[in-house]
């Protein structure tokens, strides 16, 4: 039998997985990526010395024969490579008291109730949600596409699922700042909806993610995230396929509504059986395609109203040796400060010394983060204003940090700054978004009911990526890219398989 031809729009995490997986289902397969790297979101870039990593905190997957391992042997990704485990997940502080999120639920469960002996409802419920949810296997969600469920394997799902139908219920749909409100501590109130990073976070993917990290399938890939992606990469490369690079594609090529190709901005058209998106789905639904494949549904979830997150990240290469310091560390500040437009009161402090390939020996690399407005840089974007207010917010920043780390200032060596516009140019990401679309209460019931991935009245196209799997995890735009070949290989009726790299 003759191979059918892909092409894949992206060389992110989606791409690279579905590229491996249609060459192990014998697949000719090409991908085109816009920039010279793999990866997309997931990167890393190196500056005298220093490297930044722009993705990974965590990899859901590290653990040997927990749950998404077993895809990321097959990808090639996890063997030999070393992985840490954080016994903490972060601190937060307002300079007196300091909540440290514990991955263990017992030790998290007594720490906060020293802290606030008279929350113990909340404080008991939260850390018997974090146990409950170390036995919630999140591969059953994505071991198969949904549109290829027969009786027995909804049967098997359902079975699955019942345990935890009741936790999912209240704390899929419970933010970590309304779950905050049922404390009477104050600082717990205010510390509380920051323990993931963001207010909106479901209190179910704060104790899932724990629970995966007290398991140790939640860990750091030592050598950062472009190193991780690499390995993909030479996965793919080693089964036969073909990327480019610095090939941006301008159109989605369409005939009698069959997805029959691409044209790239240098003018080159490429025909292939089947095409696959993996970028930005708002680039590729309305721009790539020209919006002809919509409905409903579809513009309804690109008007604006679900949530996506932004932020600006300053990025330090510092001549000091921080490892005896707590790893990261939100800092909620007494009195605001303003940034881009904006009064901010939490400024999360990270650096990487737990993995030393990342800085020079005895230095460190410091990550400060903060959320913005998409709006407030595309407005002053193409001024000298734009530089000079990243210039400004990294001034501010730095300021804040010498609070905390004094003399840090006269040991900074290097200094990066990336803004949503940086996101938006590196990756195509819509609006600057670091991961799609943020998991919150309007996108829970889309990860858990799954998004089409294929537009109505387009045939011979698929989509996959963060766009389409709501959570913004890498484990999960892999997975999104196995799940269409497996379509595909239904579609075509070949059995779906998927091998490990030969040692």
């Known amino acids: ?12 995490i989606a791409g690279l997985s579905a590229g491996c997986y249609a060459r192990m289902n014998g697949y000719r397969v090409k991908i085109f ?35 998404f391992n077993q895809m990321w042997q097959e990808l090639g990704a996890v063997q030999g490579r070393r992985f840490v485990n954080h016994e903490e997940y972060q601190r937060l502080t307002d300079g007196t008291k300091t909540l440290t999120v514990y991955t263990d639920p017992d030790r998290l469960e007594a720490h906060l109730l020293d802290l606030a002996p008279g929350d113990e409802e909340p404080i008991r419920a939260f850390a018997c949600g974090v146990r409950h949810f170390a036995h919630f296997d999140l591969t059953a969600l994505y071991a198969k596409p949904r549109p290829l469920f027969d009786a027995l394997d909804w049967r098997a799902f359902g079975a699955k699922m ?6 999912l219920l209240t704390w899929a749909l419970t933010s970590m700042k309304a779950f905050a409100l049922r404390f009477q501590d104050p600082f717990l109130r205010r510390a509380i909806p920051q323990m993931f990073s963001w207010d909106e976070a479901p209190a179910m993917m704060g104790m899932m993610l724990l629970a995966y990290m007290n398991a140790e399938n939640a860990g750091f890939p030592v050598g950062a995230s472009l ?10 490369i080693d089964l036969g396929g073909e990327i480019f690079y610095r090939h941006q594609v301008e159109k989605i090529l369409t005939q009698n509504r069959k997805a029959v190709g691409v044209r790239l901005y240098n003018d080159e058209v490429h ?4 095409v696959i998106s993996c970028a930005d789905g708002h680039a590729t639904i309305f721009d790539m395609l020209g919006g002809e494949f919509t409905d409903r549904t579809i513009r309804r979830m690109y008007d604006g109203h679900l949530p996506t997150h932004q932020m600006v990240q300053v990025s330090l290469g510092v001549q000091r040796d921080l490892s005896r310091e707590p790893h990261w560390v939100t800092h909620l500040l007494d009195e605001p400060i303003l940034l881009a437009g904006e009064e901010r009161s939490e400024v999360s402090i990270k650096h990487y010394c737990f993995d030393p390939s ?3 020996s005895g230095c460190s690399v410091m990550e400060i983060m903060v959320r913005t407005n998409y709006s407030y840089w595309q407005r002053i974007y193409g001024r000298t204003l734009y530089d000079s207010e990243q210039s400004q917010i990294s001034d501010i920043l730095v300021d804040q940090l010498k609070k905390w780390h004094p003399g840090i200032q ?5 200094t990066d700054e990336a803004t949503p516009l940086s996101y938006e140019r590196y990756t195509g990401n819509w609006m600057g978004a670091t991961c799609g679309w943020l998991l919150a209460r309007e996108t829970v019931p889309l990860m858990i009911l799954g998004v089409p991935k294929t537009l109505p009245g387009l045939d011979r196209f698929w989509m996959a990526g963060q766009w389409v799997e709501p959570g913004g995890t890498v484990s999960l735009a892999a997975a999104s890219g196995r799940n269409v070949i497996q379509l595909l290989c239904a579609r075509d009726r070949r059995p779906f398989t998927a091998s490990l790299p030969e040692n």
């Open 358 to 360: 990342l800085a020079p």
């Open 33 to 67: 990526e816009l920039h010279h790297l793999p990866g997309g979101l997931c990167t890393a870039w190196t500056r005298k010395g220093y490297t930044f990593d722009g993705c990974i905190h965590y990899l859901f997957g590290s653990g040997e024969g927990q749950p």
């Open 162 to 167: 019942m345990p935890f139908v009741p936790s």
């Open 1 to 12: 039998m003759a191979e059918k031809s892909i092409i894949i729009v992206g060389g992110g």
């Open 410 to 414: 006269a040991d900074i060596e290097f």
């Open 227 to 236: 190193e991780f992606v690499r390995a993909i990469e030479k996965r793919f």
């Open 271 to 274: 025909y292939a059986d089947d």
